[in-house]
């Protein structure tokens, strides 16, 4: 049963791959922006940081859910 | 590895600072976040009556000078994202960005960051919401506000009456969930290293994160705002 | 942590309505009040400066033009005085010239009276010598000679009016 948990908990932290994919892409395009208007570059980083705190919440979400599973399936 | 996961677990846990009983005979518990958020009160109201003294129209000292720059650069990027209607929300909107950001960062000075607490963000969601569903209402009339529902279409109605409580749910479990992930890989890195290293991710994971999840509650409290009164 | 208790819930959204209030007045409103006083301070000056700077517009273009028609009246000062003295320069020299004109018609009108009262005087005295002379040769000559006499005379009187001259 523990080792079961520990699997599951492990499972729902790999959503976390889903958010460093999407912030490297994001990452990419906004260095690709700046590249192309050196001068937005305020702008771009602003958007950059709340779109990667937007797609680091599913990350979070996986880790929430991995601490719920392994403090309450224990 | 057993201690360190009972050490953690109580870390992690919110205590019960005291109780008292209430008229129906039930215990009311009083938690460690509410007294630590008392804490950052009595910290900011002290601290802004401190530095609210002496305040002249000619001649600002470097105080006054950083904190009407402080002041006024919040007041002007809630003024721009929420618009001209949305001016009287602003003082929340600072209001809660300077707790949170406070309470993120208190981990610092050894407090247990109330925003770690599900309660404490739960009650910031749901106030987000209050509030954005009021200005709505102010903004329209009950009419106009339960019309909205039905745009662009009908046909998603139920997912706008969703979205409800979808966002205080997003709102809160963003904010709780970055905290907590936050103060978890903390304790791990102090496990692992207890020497400089864990200073150097304190900066990342207390400081520049703590202070990111406060901009992107506020950020997108006032998005939704902004939305409700367009 | 995962705990979800109400009055928890009840007690954070009335610190945050508190602190609300007290970040409100303690805080954002003494900084936003004391901008906003600055803002209008600012435009107030502003506003007084342009009217100012207006106002010393203004007063320079009077001045300039005050300058240009005290500039004016100068030289028409100077012109008039000019002229006057012109004027008074003319008559002068005019009253000069009169008054030399008429003194010198007065001296010669003395000297022709003072002539003509020579000449009279003349004239009767040679009358007179010649009446002696003609007493004398009347007196020597017993004939009259009316002739010679008159001759004797004209002679006498040419002669004199010459000298007289």
Not at chain 2, 61 to 74: C, D, N, R
Not at chain 3, 8 to 34: D, E
Not at chain 3, 124 to 132: F, P, R, Y
């Amino acid at each position: 049963m523990t080792s079961l948990v520990a699997v599951g908990a492990g499972i729902a932290v790999l959503s976390g791959a889903g958010a460093g994919i999407g912030i490297g892409i994001a990452t990419s395009k906004a260095v690709d922006a700046i590249a192309r208007q050196p001068e937005a570059q305020g702008k771009i980083s602003s958007a950059l940081l709340l779109g990667c705190a937007l797609a680091e919440a599913t990350a979070v979400y996986g880790l929430v859910v991995a601490i719920l599973i392994i403090l309450l399936l224990k | 590895m057993e201690a360190f996961v009972e050490s953690l677990l109580e870390e992690l846990e919110c205590n019960v600072v005291f109780e008292f009983s209430i008229w129906n005979g039930g215990r009311v518990q009083v938690l460690e976040s509410v007294v630590i958020t008392w804490v950052i009160m009595a910290i900011l109201i002290i601290l802004s009556k401190i530095l609210v003294r002496n305040l002249t129209i000619e001649n600002p000292g470097k105080k006054q000078i950083a904190l009407e720059t402080g002041i006024g650069y919040l007041y002007d990027f809630f003024c721009g994202l929420m618009g001209e209607h949305g001016k009287r929300y602003v003082p929340y909107m600072i209001t809660v960005v300077i707790y949170i950001g406070v309470a993120n960062i208190i981990g610092l000075f050894g407090m247990k960051p109330p925003t770690k607490d599900m309660n404490v963000t739960i009650a910031l969601a749901l106030m987000s919401i209050v509030l954005i569903e009021f200005a709505g209402i102010r903004q329209k009339g009950v009419k106009g506000w339960a019309k909205s529902f039905a745009e662009p279409v009908a046909i998603v109605a139920p997912i706008n009456v969703l979205e409800i409580f979808i966002r205080p749910l997003s709102l809160c479990m963003r904010l709780f969930g970055n905290v907590l992930g936050a103060f978890v890989v903390m304790e791990l890195i102090k496990l692992c290293i207890p020497v400089i290293v864990p200073a150097v991710f304190s900066c990342y994971f207390d400081i520049f994160d703590g202070l990111i999840q406060a901009y992107v509650f506020v950020f997108l409290t006032s998005l939704f705002i902004k939305e409700a009164i367009e | 942590m995962l705990k979800i208790d109400f009055w928890n819930i009840v007690f954070t959204v009335i610190n945050l309505l508190v602190l609300y209030w007290a970040m409100k007045k303690f805080l954002i409103g003494p900084i936003t009040a004391i901008m906003d006083k600055r803002k209008e301070l600012i435009e107030s000056q502003l506003a007084h400066a342009a009217e100012t700077e207006k106002a010393a517009l203004q007063l320079k273009t009077d001045y300039e033009r005050d300058l240009g028609n005290a500039k004016e009246e100068s030289r028409e000062i100077v012109e008039k005085a000019r002229d006057d003295a012109k004027a008074e320069y003319d008559r002068i020299v005019k009253e000069a010239d009169e008054k030399a004109s008429a003194i010198i018609t007065k001296a010669n009108k003395t000297v022709e009276l003072e002539r003509q009262k020579t000449l009279q005087e003349m004239e009767s005295e040679i009358a007179g010598l010649a009446l002696a002379a003609a007493a004398k040769i009347m007196n020597d000559k017993q004939d009259n000679d009316t002739a010679l006499y008159n001759k004797f005379l004209a002679k006498a009187g040419d002669a004199n009016d010459t000298a007289g001259n």
